[in-house]
């Protein structure tokens, strides 16, 4: 059977109106709530650890980058297949299996006795990640069928992000004093929480198709050999062969996934879905978003411990203010998109970041911590203003049968992004240049990126207003 056209919402299949109680509904939402808390808080939390683990278990920055990006690196390269699996199995059975499994590896992460142990864990937990953060979307959209009560549902969703983010670095600060370990197992009573909960969730619909294992393996090898190649730049240089290899790898396999993908009978990122402009532009946010999201915070906590002394406690408290302020605003953003429409959100969030980046790049090196705290907050603002509109709008565009598959294709530009701003920024303060003229640059990259993306965010059509 081939996947359906991409069709307007209003012309989409049925959304099933009963498939949830209201109680149920609360569940599966508290549910996703918890699953996306966790997912963001390891994306997060290993940043302002970073010399710690270094510390106990040794290797250099490109061994940090693997701690980080063995994380990202799977979740990218598996979203789509990820996708594909919760419209397949179910969404609320996808979600259950996936956070098992993270709390799993979660726990492996903490008990790692050596840097070689902990980037396989966080390899797992990526995986894991990747079957949760499409089945979590989709079980909201099954359990809201109306796409203002889903927009808001959306919005509560982003608040585990939101305080994900904001509690990472002050809890990772703190119990980095008593072991980096402890940043690991905290993710443990969480997911059994969600356990719980899903239990009282009822059954989610699913559709059996095949999976696509050409189009799993393609991804999977690009998204290794490009992300290998990123970051041995830093050391070895453009010229070396094996970074040479890895990008010649990398695009043959690129080339070879979007083939799969055109001619396979049950791709897993379906190329029509991109004959919606909303689903190209939500991509492209994803991906320019996370970019500096992510990409910030690796290179500020390493900066502010390595280079002007701080300990993880003190970096913590400099992304405070940022982090706060996006939490606080997350609960608004629905009602934010309603009134003033997602296309204005997404590209004054994003315009807001751009600046942030922009003027930490042109801060000087005498420039006082509290100063850096404060032009972080623009980025802050920009998570609650870009994410859970996208989101819900990209939601809204496609059938409920292809929910899973949008998310996951959505997800995997953010992922993407992140993974390579994590891997080009380490490589670049590998360089001789210095540590401080690597993240001026890092940051340029980045606002550059976010401006970029603001000027495709135009492209959105605007969204009613009540």
């Known amino acids: 059977m081939h996947h359906a056209a991409l069709t307007r919402p209003d012309a989409a299949p049925t ?14 939402l508290a549910a996703a709530v918890l699953g996306f808390f966790v997912i963001t808080f390891d994306a997060v939390v290993v940043n302002v650890a970073l010399p710690s683990i270094r510390h106990d278990v040794g290797g250099g920055i490109t061994g940090l980058q693997w701690v980080v990006d063995g994380y990202t690196l799977m979740f990218a390269a598996l979203l789509l297949s990820a996708g594909s699996l919760a419209d397949r199995i179910g969404a609320r059975r996808a979600l259950a299996a996936g956070m098992t499994v993270f709390a799993a590896a979660s726990a492996a992460c903490g008990l790692a006795p050596t840097l070689g142990t902990l980037v396989a864990a966080r390899f797992a937990q990526g995986a894991a990640a990747a079957v949760m953060m499409p089945a979590s979307m989709a079980l909201i959209g099954h359990a809201y069928p109306d796409p203002r009560r889903r927009g808001r549902a959306v919005a509560i969703w982003a608040m585990g992000g939101a305080v994900a983010s904001s509690s990472a670095p002050v809890l990772g600060g703190l119990l980095t004093q008593l072991s980096w370990r402890w940043i690991f197992f905290i993710n443990l009573p969480a997911a059994a929480t969600a356990l719980l909960l899903l239990a009282r969730t009822p ?3 699913h559709r059996r198709v095949p999976l696509d294992w050409t189009g799993q393996t393609t991804a999977v090898v690009a998204m290794g050999a490009l992300t290998y190649g990123a970051i041995e730049t830093g050391t070895a240089g453009f010229t070396a062969p094996p970074v040479i290899t890895a990008f010649a790898v990398a695009a043959v396999a690129i080339a070879a ?14 190329l029509d879905l991109f004959r919606s402009r909303t689903v190209s532009v939500a991509v492209v946010i994803g991906f320019a978003f996370i970019v500096g999201y992510y990409g910030l915070p690796f290179v500020i906590s390493l900066y502010l411990q390595q280079e002007r002394g701080l300990s993880a406690l003190a970096t913590a408290a400099a992304f405070l203010p940022m982090m706060l302020i996006g939490a606080a605003l997350t609960p608004f953003s629905a009602r934010l998109a309603e009134r003033a429409g997602t296309r204005s959100l997404a590209v004054g969030g994003l315009a807001l970041m751009a600046t942030g980046l922009l003027l930490l790049a042109l801060l000087p090196a005498s420039a006082p911590v509290w100063a850096i705290a404060a032009l ?89 207003h009540p």
Do not use: D, W
């Open 15 to 28: 959304r099933p109106t009963a498939q949830a109680t209201p109680a149920g509904a609360g569940a599966a």
């Open 376 to 464: 972080m907050i623009p980025v802050g603002l920009a998570g609650p203003l870009v994410m859970p509109p996208v989101t819900a709008v990209l939601l809204n565009a496609v059938p409920a049968h292809r929910a899973g598959v949008a998310s996951g294709v959505f997800n995997t530009s953010r992922q993407v992004g992140g993974a390579l701003a994590v891997a080009v920024f380490g490589a670049l303060l590998t360089q001789p240049a210095g540590f401080l003229t690597a993240m001026r640059e890092s940051l340029l990259i980045a606002a550059t990126v976010a401006l970029t993306a603001a000027a495709v965010g135009t492209l959105l059509k605007p969204t009613p």
């Open 203 to 205: 059954r989610s619909p």
């Open 257 to 270: 996934f979007l083939a799969a993908q055109a001619r396979g009978r049950h791709p897993m990122m379906p």
